[in-house]
């Protein structure tokens, strides 16, 4: 089974500021991942995913996510953070559920709060 | 769209009562899960089903059960509720596409305490 591991549970940076956030999993021959962001008493919105391909990915408002293999790893990073980015953020990857690769369930690490000040 | 929805928002036991949480979703979609939420941990899921009729543990069932009687409706179940499950419990749902990656949709969540 897959595991994910997020070291930081909460980051605060200041507005304006750059931002990562890390993620480490545990390998396996086929990964997806995805980052998951949750706002206050909201549930979870997908911020940004990787399947294949190109190993950095974008999201609209400004994250990006780079999937390097060799360190299992897929850090979120912003270059400058807005008071609207506070939330948390969740790292996940796919996990097949059944002999069907469509059968994904999927694995979360911890969570990192981000808290960004004026 | 309403999406996927859950009810209710909020719901406050004592130990030893029974309740169900409704998961909707208005998507068509074959797959649907529960996860639940608690501090420092994630979510993890519960139990899931792949269609209509059918339903599988996941990484924590004890103490729940499931049913999946129509596609489109997800019922989480607790026989006697426990103060081990004050949680978040959230529903997510995704459409069936064999082979390829499905976008997990989730609710809202409900926030339950067993006192």
């Known amino acids: 089974a897959q595991s994910v591991t997020q070291l930081d549970s909460q980051v605060p940076v200041f507005e304006e500021a750059p931002v990562e956030l890390r993620c480490n999993y545990s390998s396996s021959v086929s990964v997806y991942l995805f980052w998951y962001v949750q706002y206050p008493n909201q549930g979870l919105q997908l911020l940004l995913k990787y399947l294949s391909g190109s190993t950095l990915v974008e999201s609209i408002n400004g994250f990006e996510a780079e999937f390097n293999k060799s360190q299992t790893s897929f850090h979120l990073r912003k270059p400058s953070v807005h008071i609207s980015d506070t939330a948390e953020y969740f790292c996940?990857?796919?996990?097949?559920?059944?002999?069907?690769?469509?059968?994904?369930?999927?694995?979360f690490g911890s969570g990192t709060r981000l808290q960004v000040q004026p | 769209n309403a999406g996927v929805t859950q009810t209710p928002k909020f719901r406050v036991l004592k130990t030893g009562q029974s309740m169900t949480l409704l998961c909707a979703q208005d998507m068509n979609h074959e797959y649907m899960y529960w996860y639940r939420q608690d501090p420092g941990m994630g979510l993890r899921l519960i139990h899931y089903s792949v269609g209509e009729g059918t339903t599988a543990k996941g990484e924590v069932p004890d103490g729940y059960n499931v049913s999946r009687l129509k596609k489109q409706n997800f019922l989480l179940g607790l026989e006697s509720a426990a103060p081990s499950q004050t949680s978040v419990y959230f529903c997510?749902?995704?459409?069936?596409?064999?082979?390829?990656?499905?976008?997990?949709?989730f609710g809202p969540g409900t926030r339950l305490t067993v006192l």
């Open positions: 997510a749902s995704c459409k069936r596409r064999t082979g390829s990656y499905n976008e997990q949709f």
């Open positions: 996940a990857v796919s996990d097949p559920i059944g002999a069907d690769t469509g059968r994904r369930a999927l694995t």
